[in-house]
């Protein structure tokens, strides 16, 4: 396409210089006319032609990307578990605490005790602190995260809800 673009300035450039030397107004309007119209058609072509020219996309490539997005974003969030407590409440706390309202049906909005009281009887007491949504803590670069253990055994209560 560069090519093509850059042979049909070239000839636009030598017809005004053409144009210029031999002093016929009218026939530069009709050449460089002729010539930008082609080099518009030539790159209408190279743009068309690098689309068609990428392979179709096989169910078994997406399949295979969709994993690798996934184990991309499995390792990112073992990473943040195990780095520092602002990390997990702010990456995720929000998670966790949305698919324990998916999970269950109790929503924050509308019943702040009972939703307070179901995260206890399913996480129990050290476990619901890492999902709470309001244990959010303002010094939390200091401390440690919870780590991979109690990602691990909150996602499982998750499963089995």
Known sequence: MTRAVAAALVLLVAVEIYAVARLDRDDVLTVSGV???GALI???FALV???AAAPPATEADERGAALRRWVDRTETMVG???ATRA???RRLRPMLARQFE???GQRKARDARSFHATGQMLFGAELWQWVDPENVSRTGAHEPGPGREALDE???RL???
């Open 102 to 104: 998916l999970a269950t």
């Open 154 to 156: 909150i996602l499982r």
């Open 42 to 44: 030539a790159a209408r």
């Open 87 to 89: 990390d997990w409440d």
């Open 49 to 51: 032609g690098e689309r």
């Open 80 to 82: 943040w578990s195990e």
């Open 159 to 161: 499963e089995r809800v």
């Open 35 to 37: 010539v930008l119209a």
